[in-house]
Nanobody
Framework: QVQLMESGGGSVQAGGSLKLSCATS????????LGWFRQAPGKEREGVAV????????YYADSVKGRFTISQDNSRNTGVLLMNSVKLEDTAVYYC??????????????????WGQGTQVTVSS
């Protein structure tokens, strides 16, 4: 089994920065990709950024490219999402997830099996 716990959410003004962390525990056999996803009220959950635990390869949604950075610590068991230049539309519940997604669908939430409980990010003007 794999457990994930997010931390670091909160309120931030537009243009500011916020850092989210995702601590994983349990078997690493079950996942090679760690991802951040978000869900705004009334919208579907969408992929934000993912990282391959072994190679460090990353992918980003177009909406966050150049503003958000995903990384992992040296143990490769903690993922971090650094959010810079945040916008009002970044307001959402952010989830971290782990799994073995189809390489063509790495930003698809349905490809991930293990999920954290989510953390709220609210951007204000």
């Amino acid at each position: 089994q794999v457990q994930l716990m997010e931390s670091g959410g909160g309120s931030v003004q537009a243009g500011g920065s916020l850092k989210l962390s995702c601590a994983t525990s349990g078997s690493t056999y079950h996942w090679m990709w760690l991802g951040w996803f978000r869900q705004a009220p009334g919208k579907e959950r969408e992929g934000v950024a993912v990282i391959h635990r072994g190679t460090g390869t990353t992918y980003y949604a177009d909406s966050v490219k150049g503003r958000f950075t995903i990384s992992q610590d040296n143990s490769r068991n903690t993922g971090v999402l650094l959010m810079n230049s945040v916008k009002l539309e970044d307001t959402a519940v952010y989830y971290c997830a782990a799994g073995h997604p189809n390489p063509q669908l790495v930003l698809d939430p349905q490809q991930f099996n293990y999920w954290g409980q989510g953390t709220q990010v609210t951007v204000s003007s």
